[in-house]
């Protein structure tokens, strides 16, 4: 079992609708990652949050809003999305960057399929 | 730019025998290494890192090397078993930095 938890595991939505994806972990890690991954492909960065506050945005559409309301969540607002938007969304955290490297830590993703 | 591949795409194993999975990468600046290992309906799973100032790192059953000379990383697994059939990622990355860079990756069959 991963110690990061996603919900849901499957969504299917709508390109009017909006949706949310939740993302939990109690490492006490202070670094929290939305990855997304096509099918047959390596994830890609999408955003890094560290101590709560966004450090990167890989210039994802303004479709996708994420959020850290505390240390140990990491929300994905969704709205408007498109069928090409399809994939596997993973969330992943790790220790805090600075100054040294560690290994992230992934949820098992939520599969999400726009119609 | 930087880039981190696989030669193969597929690896065929009997179960028993060693494997071996091969990455290059591009960037020189890059100085810490992982692979990971991910099962179908799962997420990528840590297997083992190593840092720019080592050639090798043992682990269970697993062991990375590192030829900076030449951009190669390699991840062996010894007495594959079936267990092991997943796709695998090498993955580079910069101290201090966020951003992981993942290969295309190798898929790992095992034949029982």
């Known amino acids: 079992d991963t110690e990061v938890t996603q919900t849901p595991k499957h969504l299917v939505m709508g390109m009017t609708n909006k949706k949310s994806l939740k993302c939990e972990q109690h490492?006490?890690?202070?670094?929290m990652y939305w990855y997304k991954q096509k099918a047959k492909k390596p994830p890609e960065l999408m955003f890094v949050y560290s101590y709560e506050k966004l450090s990167i945005n890989e210039s994802v559409p303004s479709r996708f809003s994420p959020e850290c309301p505390n240390s140990s969540l990491l929300n994905l607002h969704l709205h408007a999305l498109q069928p090409e938007d399809s994939a596997l969304y993973l969330c992943?955290?790790?220790?805090?960057?600075?100054?040294?490297?560690?290994?992230?830590?992934f949820g098992n993703g939520t599969r999400l399929t726009v119609t | 730019g930087e880039n981190v591949g696989l030669h193969l795409p597929t690896l065929s194993v009997q179960e028993g025998d060693n494997s071996i999975i091969n990455c290059a990468y591009s960037?020189?600046?890059?100085?810490?290494f992982i692979w990971y290992k991910q099962e179908s309906g799962k997420g990528p799973q840590f297997i083992i890192d190593i840092r720019s100032n080592m050639d090798k790192r043992q682990g269970q059953r697993v062991t990375v090397l590192l030829n900076k000379t030449v951009k190669h990383l390699s991840l062996q697994i010894a007495a594959t078993q079936p267990g092991d059939s997943a796709v695998y990622f090498c993955?580079?990355?910069?101290?201090?930095?966020?951003?992981?860079?993942f290969g295309a990756g190798t898929r790992l069959f095992v034949k029982a």
């Open positions: 993955a580079e990355s910069r101290i201090g930095s966020f951003k992981t860079i």
């Open positions: 490492m006490g890690h202070r670094a």
């Open positions: 992943a955290s790790s220790q805090d960057r600075t100054g040294f490297n560690s290994p992230l830590h």
């Open positions: 960037n020189s600046a890059s100085d810490y």
